[in-house]
């Protein structure tokens, strides 16, 4: 394990930061250090700037009754280029105000043009509703906001049609009720001179490729009605804003990123929990504390010190048990206290969600445990510390989750990132150069995703015929592609003019934005018949399996029945202790090679796949780890289309004891593969912005279509998101990390630290992690060697069976 280094104290504030983390590791267990490094972000001052020239007197004076008496340098900077028509993409950090940089030119457009109007998009309905709030409260003349969304009154929305000139609004309902019944919005889509899409950065992976389709089609029905809005979309910081701007919204963006906003100092610590000695998890592997159960345990010392504190917790249940244990601990020392701890999540009404930011804010309430629903844009200032229990699958978001600690330049505050029993964070705890002075990730998506495109088309065409100039929008060539198999398969006809939409119903209904297309499983409770949400069919197996647990806006719910034919599980309200996961069967199949490079005895692919899997038996889990039992099931097998990345090794590397060879005895190789490949899902994350539950995996000791041992890491999304050509891309460092995270285990022969995996179809058998090591350190020394110019490096061709 690192050392801890502690960076000397700089004033009284940044002191104040030390002591806390000094009282919260006085609290661990004699003999356990589980601080792996500790730095200390210094304090950045603003940087202001005057108003800009054209923004009416009336709209400084009301932003300067609101506490703006100027803008920092970027908002100004961004909104210039908003006001002059340049579209703009603002990515800078949390509580930077980004609001102020696109609410400058909207507000000041509509306080002297009334009937111009504007279109704002967030991904989540809570903070749709916290910047309408903010608009407002201005009170500016002539400015008319309203939210449109799911939970819009349906006599408010005749009212918000005819009248409102600013739109607060979301993807799926820009879907569902704008785009669909555009006509009913003409007078809305004619004046249309802003769209602003906020939070961008949370647009990636099937939902981010939806969207990025959706924009273009919003831009496709304003051009029928006249308009050419500016848009503004406001995101976290993340690599290459312009080229994101680009995929997503189909425009060149001008990227506006040198931060101009105060932050104060900021002590972050990188914790590992320990190992536990007295419970093992499958098949006797050693697990560590959860990164919820140090959680609570940290809250509870920081609410007796009297430090405001939120904690950022993975899950709604996992948010609520935090929640509950630090009231606990707490209750121990002061029962006075616990009250001051709580819990914040999405699903809850939106008056007890501004009682529990008001009251965080105020000081009532000390800590809160939340999951991501205030990560996104609410606003609350004061923090004396942040802890995040589990690595938030991206840089970006651990940075927005560590942000809204220390907001303003005389505000310090301590950050605890805490790991969880999980290979990627095992490696950042250990290596924290990757977790703080790398920059943050690219978001990934794939328009030409023809799962995606092929609905998006269809949505289009019945909101307007399809002509020939309209396919560039959406990509010239694969537009054609899904085109033409939309016209064979009946959806389209072609005439002379363009495409049209055969049906008699418009099809935005059946088209999940949020999903992969087709229709969708619904999840309905038993004893009310009522709609909880909907899954993908191609993840019904996995997530709504009978006996399944099923969370839904913090309830919890098992399956009682699954049935393909109807789409529809059926579930009933329970609280069981245990967890559920899957167990599967799994077979894949190379369609097509489209990039193949060949390093001695080690060759690297890039293609298209199927990827057939059953599920055949889930496990039942303590919150612990422990496994409880494990129950068979009798599912139909599933076929998926994806995209891959695979590599393959000789028998003579894998097997020979010559330099470079694995050295590996024939009944050690399909642990050794097994292993490397779970460690390779753990870690692909950390190259692209994906979950481990976006993705999958296949090894084999002799695969029928390479010949050779083979290990395949693929996206689990039909036509692929985008993850597996991000790690093709990114191989070498990938698997460099991956053996790095698996070396840096303290555990003597595989745990979820490093090899094993919670969604193994397999039971974590076989996995042999010293055999993981030599396959990787085979495959690297290969590619090394074929660079130095030691061996062939080979094609790159499209090819293969399709």
Not at 27 to 49: K, W
Not at 80 to 88: E, I, Y
Not at 354 to 379: F, H, I, P, Q
Not at 676 to 688: D, K, Q, R, S
């Amino acid at each position: 394990m690192c050392q801890a280094r502690v960076v000397p104290q700089q004033d009284a504030d940044q002191e104040r930061a030390n002591e806390l983390l000094a009282r919260v590791l006085a609290g661990t267990p004699e003999g356990e250090n589980p601080v792996t490094h500790v730095r200390t972000l210094p304090a950045r001052p603003a940087r202001c700037v005057p108003w800009p020239s054209w923004v009416p007197e009336a709209v400084a004076r009301r932003f300067g009754e609101c506490g703006v008496a100027q803008p920092w340098s970027h908002q100004a900077e961004a909104a210039d280029h908003a006001w002059h028509g340049r579209h703009v993409i603002l990515s800078t950090g949390t509580a930077s105000g980004k609001s102020l940089a696109y609410q400058l030119p909207v507000l000041s457009l509509l306080t002297q043009q009334p009937k111009r109007t504007a279109l704002y998009l967030s991904p989540t309905k809570a903070l749709g509703n916290d910047q309408l709030r903010a608009a407002a409260a201005l009170e500016l003349t002539g400015v008319r906001a309203a939210t449109f969304d799911g939970d819009t009154p349906l006599e408010e929305r005749d009212w918000v049609r005819a009248h409102a000139n600013w739109v607060f609004t979301n993807p799926d309902m820009l879907h569902h009720g704008l785009l669909a019944a555009h006509a009913r919005w003409a007078r809305f889509f004619q004046r249309l001179a802003y769209v602003v899409v906020d939070e961008c950065h949370s647009y990636r992976g099937v939902f981010g490729s939806h969207v990025a389709l959706l924009l273009r089609r919003l831009r496709r029905v304003a051009a029928r009605y006249g308009a050419n809005p500016t848009f503004v979309l406001a995101s976290a910081t993340i690599a290459e804003p312009a080229e994101f701007a680009r995929r997503l919204a189909g425009l060149g963006c001008v990227p506006v990123v040198d931060d101009g906003s105060p932050r104060g100092p900021r002590t972050i610590a990188l914790w590992e929990p320990p190992l536990l000695r007295e419970i093992t998890g499958e098949n006797g592997a050693p697990i560590r504390r959860s990164a919820g159960a140090e959680a609570a345990r940290i809250m509870a010392d920081l609410v007796i010190e009297g430090a405001r504190t939120l904690a950022f917790v993975r899950s709604r249940r996992g948010a609520e048990l935090a929640s509950v244990s630090a009231r606990r601990m707490v209750a121990e020392v002061d029962p006075a206290l616990s009250k001051r701890a709580a819990a914040y999540r999405a699903g809850y009404l939106p008056e007890d969600r501004r009682k529990l930011e008001a009251a965080l804010m105020s000081g009532e309430l000390l800590a809160v445990a939340s999951t991501n629903a205030l990560e996104l844009g609410v606003d609350i200032s004061g923090l004396d510390a942040v802890l995040v229990a589990g690595y938030p699958g991206t840089r970006a978001s651990f940075w927005q989750q560590a942000g809204r600690a220390g907001r303003t330049a005389e505000e310090a505050a301590l950050v605890v990132f805490i790991a969880k029993d999980d290979p990627l964070d095992t490696y950042l705890v250990h290596h924290p150069e990757v977790m703080l002075d790398q920059p943050v990730e690219a978001a990934v998506l794939d328009p030409a995703n023809p799962y995606v495109l092929a609905p998006q088309l269809a949505c289009a065409a019945a909101e307007l015929p399809l002509r020939a100039e309209d396919l560039p929008i959406f990509g010239e060539a694969a537009a054609r592609d899904v085109v033409d198999e939309l016209v064979a398969d009946g959806v389209l006809r072609r005439r002379p003019s363009g495409w049209y939409w055969t049906g008699r119903d418009r099809p935005h209904h059946e088209v999940s934005i949020r999903g992969s297309g087709g229709e969708q499983v619904a999840v309905v409770e038993s004893e009310t018949a009522r709609l909880l949400g909907t899954v993908d069919p191609s993840a019904a197996c996995a997530t709504v399996h009978p006996g399944a647990v099923y969370y839904h806006q913090g309830e919890t719910y098992v399956v009682d029945e699954l049935d393909f034919d109807e789409r529809l599980a059926l579930v009933h309200a329970e609280e069981p202790e245990w967890t559920t996961s899957p167990r599967d069967v799994i077979d894949i199949e190379v369609l097509q090679t489209d990039e193949k490079a060949v390093y001695g005895g080690v060759t690297v692919c890039l293609g298209r796949v199927a990827v057939t899997s059953q599920v055949v038996s889930y496990l039942r889990r303590l919150p612990s780890g422990e496994v409880l039992d494990q129950t068979p099931l009798d599912l139909p097998a599933q076929t998926l289309h994806t995209r891959a990345v695979w590599y393959t090794i000789s028998d003579a590397l894998l097997c020979g004891r010559e330099p470079g060879g694995a050295g590996l005895e024939p009944a050690r190789v399909p642990g050794s593969l097994h292993a490397a490949e779970h460690a390779a899902i753990g870690l692909l994350p950390l190259f692209a912005t994906c979950d481990r539950w976006d993705i999958g995996g296949v090894s084999t000791a002799l695969h029928a279509d390479t010949g050779e041992a083979t290990v395949f890491v693929h996206d689990g999304h039909p036509g692929g998101a985008g993850f597996a050509e991000r790690g093709h891309a990114a191989l070498v460092p990938w698997l460099a990390a991956t053996r790095e995270a698996i070396v840096s285990c303290e555990c003597s022969t595989g745990c979820p630290s490093c090899v094993q995996s919670p969604k193994c179809g397999n039971g974590n058998e076989p996995l042999d992690k010293a055999g993981a090591v030599a396959v990787l350190d085979t495959v690297l020394g290969a590619i090394s060697r074929a660079d130095r110019g030691e061996g062939t490096r080979g094609e790159s061709a499209h090819h293969g069976r399709r």
